[in-house]
């Protein structure tokens, strides 16, 4: 068994697997050793704040993982209604967000889906 720490929410975990590309069972954070950083402008924001996305007239409920000047990652129980290339909005209301952002990557496992996204817009405050 390898042990294995988490570098978003620094918690541990134990796992049998030989290759560091598995998400962390705590947040879903896919470690990937191998790849560069794709999200440049800015430094990423640990912070886990209540956010709401809107796809027309669709309201998710997500939490933010994520936030930076360019994008953020969200989280969220059960399955995104959403695809990779998609368009959204995103309202964070504690941080005075509401900008449009591109839908990056998708992933899901055990229940949980995560997404990255870019913002398409200039930053504006709610």
Request: aromatic share 8%; hydrophobic share 35%; charged share 25%.
């Amino acid at each position: 068994m390898n042990r294995l720490n988490c570098p978003k929410c620094e918690n541990s975990f134990f796992t049998a697997a030989r290759n560091s590309n598995l998400p962390c069972p705590h947040c879903g954070f896919v470690m990937k050793s191998h790849e560069p950083d794709r999200r440049y402008g800015g430094d990423r924001q640990l912070t886990q704040k209540t956010a709401d996305i809107l796809k027309g007239e669709v309201k998710v409920p997500v939490k933010t993982v994520d936030v930076s000047e360019t994008g953020l990652g969200i989280k969220m129980m059960g399955y995104l209604p959403f695809d990779q290339n998609e368009t959204v909005n995103v309202y964070i209301q504690e941080l005075e967000i509401e900008r449009i952002a591109r839908v990056v990557w998708t992933k899901k496992f055990y229940g949980i889906s995560r997404a990255g996204l870019r913002f398409e817009d200039q930053a504006h405050v709610a």
